[in-house]
């Protein structure tokens, strides 16, 4: 949640490509925003939100072949604007995150051989 009447909404639309929608709700009605393409070809598998502030959130998702992916989504009203990948080229999937402040978020990530990629990612407004 964005606030008592917003949430964010990220999934994969048709051709693998991360799309997000703004939840606007009013008692027990929600109005989903346009929808808003991230990147194309993400896969969007597994995704994962952490929220920052209010208008802040960090998307990660499962890469498929390009490994996971993470973007800070701002919103403007209900206007949800991805931004650029922000993780180094890697391998793994099954992709978590929590924000921990208004600037930093924890992001985990199964790595190879079976190994738990973790790591710190600190974007600033």
Not at 17 to 46: F, K, R, W
Not at 65 to 81: E, F, K, L, W, Y
Request: net charge neutral; aromatic share 4%.
């Amino acid at each position: 949640p964005l606030g008592a009447t917003k949430a964010l909404y990220g999934y994969a639309s048709a051709g693998s490509q991360m799309a997000y929608h703004v939840l606007d709700v009013a008692g027990t009605v929600v109005t989903p925003s346009g929808i808003v393409n991230g990147e194309a070809g993400a896969n969007g598998q597994q995704v994962s939100l952490g929220v920052l502030t209010s208008t802040r959130v960090l998307a990660a998702y499962s890469g498929g072949g390009a490994g996971p992916r993470a973007v800070i989504v701002t919103i403007s009203g209900s206007v949800p604007a991805p931004g650029v990948n922000l993780l180094p080229t890697t391998t793994g999937d099954t992709v978590s995150i929590v924000g921990l402040t208004t600037t930093k978020a924890l992001i985990a990530n199964s790595g190879t051989s079976g190994f738990m990629n973790a790591r710190i990612i600190e974007k600033s407004e």
